[in-house]
Structure formats: structure tokens, C-alpha cells
């Protein structure tokens, strides 16, 4: 099996950056890509292939890889990111997929 | 507009067998994979498998190989999730999405847009 590993939660300030890390051994030769679900609601990705963030997301959510983790960052933030967090990614094969365990996000 | 629109709430006993939809609309459907993400009360997101409409080729988490079978009808754009024997354990919320690259070439990538989600709720 494999495993995407993500801090239960982060707690940020209105205004501040929260930073959210993801760690796993084929991060290396794989892309992550980072959702997010707010209650009730299907989740959204708001970042494709490590960095690149899709339509419509703003520019606070930023996504950057360093060896085996990978991180989501969001500046500035507002209280309407106040979410569970998943990164997704694969193993070294490509042939099984993951999420994280995900990492809820309070915004105090 | 690309969506995915999923059958409603259901309540079954352990024991009974299920089958929930999932339609795509506003693109090919055939040709992007689908794939299921089941949601346990209070936890997280856990990758069940994808398929492909255009042949029906399905790829299975280990987790649940022999536990659900994916299938689709291509001429009503939907595709299905079911289960022959529900367990309480499968009481769950469950997510299709469709797949971001175009074309039967699967490589890991994001899934978008999701839909809404089926709740299923089994009772022993």
C-alpha cells in the first residue's frame, strides 16, 4: 500500500498564511494535486501538478514540491477558506492512487 | 457546462444489493474516465477506482477489488456503482468525478468536476 501523510489541522489568523504539508515516498516522480472540501459541499482541486492552480481559484492558494512533501500554501487568509484540505497523488507505479488523510484548516 | 449529476439518498438493510448513478453532461462522455471516491461519516477521502465509458475497462483500488463493480450505460451517459451484498461498514457518502485528461491513455492526474454525492445509510 501507500500512504500520503497530512497534519490533522492548522489553525491560522484571518490575514495570515497557513501552510499545509504532504508527505510521500514517490512524491519525487509523481504530481500532487491539493482539494478543497468545504462542509456539506463535493470537493474542488485547488491545485493541479504541484504549482498550478486552476480557473477561478484565487492567487492566495499557491502549491510548491520539495523531494518526498509537498506543500499548499494560502496567503492572506480569509475565513471562506476555512475547509478540510486533500492532496492526491500516486504511487512510484502510477497504477494506485491516494488522497491524504486530510488536514482541516480553522481560520481563528 | 461539464457536470456530473448523481442518484439521490439511500437507505438499505446489510445484506441488500445497490446500484447508484452518476450522469455526465456538457462533454464527451465517453471519452474521459470516471472515477469513485467513497467518504466515510467524519473521515476521509479514499480512491475506490475509475472506469472508462468508451470500453467499460475498469481499475480497481485494492482496497475494493471484489467489494463494488463499476459499470456504464454510454447510451444514457451514466455511470453506475453497486454492490451485491451491502455491509454496515459501506454506510458511507459517495463521489463521482470525472477524470481531467481527455482519452484512454490513464495517468494519475486531478478529478474535475465532481458531483454532488450519494448517501448511502445501511442498517445491520
Known amino acids: 500500500s501507500y500512504e500520503l501523510t497530512q497534519p490533522p489541522s492548522v489553525s491560522v489568523s484571518p490575514g495570515q498564511t497557513a501552510r499545509i504539508t504532504c508527505s510521500g515516498d514517490?512524491?519525487?516522480?509523481?504530481?500532487a494535486y491539493w482539494y478543497q472540501q468545504k462542509a456539506g459541499q463535493a470537493p474542488v482541486v485547488v491545485i493541479f501538478k504541484d504549482s498550478e492552480r486552476p480557473s477561478g481559484i484565487p492567487d492566495r492558494f499557491s502549491g510548491s514540491s520539495s523531494g518526498t512533501t509537498v506543500t499548499l500554501t494560502i496567503s492572506g487568509v480569509q475565513a471562506e477558506d476555512e475547509a478540510d484540505y486533500y492532496c492526491?497523488?500516486?504511487?512510484?507505479?502510477?497504477?494506485?492512487?491516494?488522497f491524504g488523510g486530510g488536514t482541516k484548516v480553522t481560520v481563528l | 457546462e461539464v457536470q456530473m449529476v448523481q442518484s439521490g439518498a439511500e437507505v438499505k438493510k446489510a445484506g441488500e444489493s445497490l446500484k447508484i448513478s452518476c450522469k455526465g453532461s456538457g462533454y464527451n462522455f465517453n471519452d474521459y474516465w470516471i472515477g469513485w471516491v467513497r467518504q466515510m461519516p467524519g473521515k476521509g477521502l479514499e480512491w475506490m477506482g475509475i472506469?472508462?465509458?468508451?470500453?467499460?475497462?475498469?481499475r480497481y483500488s485494492p482496497s475494493f477489488q471484489g467489494q463494488v463493480t463499476f459499470s456504464v450505460d454510454k447510451s444514457i451517459k451514466t455511470a453506475y456503482l453497486q454492490w451485491s451484498s451491502l455491509k454496515a461498514s459501506d454506510t458511507a457518502m459517495y463521489y463521482c468525478?470525472?477524470?481531467?485528461?481527455?482519452?484512454?491513455?490513464?495517468?494519475?492526474?486531478?478529478?474535475?468536476?465532481w458531483g454532488q454525492g450519494t448517501l448511502v445509510t445501511v442498517s445491520s
Open positions: 472506469i472508462y465509458p468508451d470500453d467499460s475497462d475498469a
Open positions: 492526491q497523488s500516486a504511487d512510484s507505479s502510477g497504477l494506485l492512487w491516494v
Open positions: 468525478a470525472r477524470h481531467a485528461i481527455f482519452g484512454v491513455a490513464i495517468t494519475p492526474n486531478y478529478f474535475d468536476p
Open positions: 514517490a512524491l519525487p516522480n509523481q504530481y
